[in-house]
């Protein structure tokens, strides 16, 4: 894995993991004004909707892996290029578990602001997950 940190960057790696607790509220991990410029079909506005999308991922594909290929951190921005694979185990854009797997590429672009998640980019193979799922 290529890894680049800029100074400052140590805040935006705290301010990261705090973003991914899922058992934290999501006023903790999130500015009240959260962006995501790339929202899911039906994904709800906000900090709330980003979370909500990744639960529903997470239980669709229960076994998810991120293998990290570049990694850019500045004092504002975390930036990865990723292969995210996951086994199709759970109910995914309406359509039941078919227990295969998949492999795609996946960049995501967050900004931070006041230690908080306040917009995010990203792109992710969704028609590659749907082929190799055999559903598309």
């Not at 990261?16 to 410029?37: G, I, Q, Y």
């Not at 990694?71 to 759970?90: A, N, R």
């Not at 969704?126 to 559903?135: D, K, M, R, S, T």
């Amino acid at each position: 894995m290529a890894s680049e940190k800029t100074e400052g960057a140590q805040a935006v790696l705290d301010a990261l993991e705090l973003m991914r607790d899922m058992d934290k509220p999501v006023e903790e991990r999130f500015t009240p004004d959260f962006t995501d410029h790339d929202p899911a079909e039906g994904q709800p506005a906000g900090g709330g909707g980003i979370a909500w999308f990744w639960e529903q991922f997470g239980k669709s594909f229960t076994d998810l892996e991120r293998n990290v290929l570049e990694e850019i951190v500045t004092p504002t921005k975390y930036i990865t290029i990723m292969d995210l694979s996951g086994t199709h185990s759970g109910d995914f854009q309406g359509h039941p578990a078919t227990g295969k797997r998949f492999t795609v590429r996946n960049v995501q672009v967050i900004g931070f602001r006041d230690g908080k998640a306040s917009d995010r980019w990203g792109s992710t193979d969704q028609l590659g997950i749907l082929q190799q799922l055999g559903l598309a």
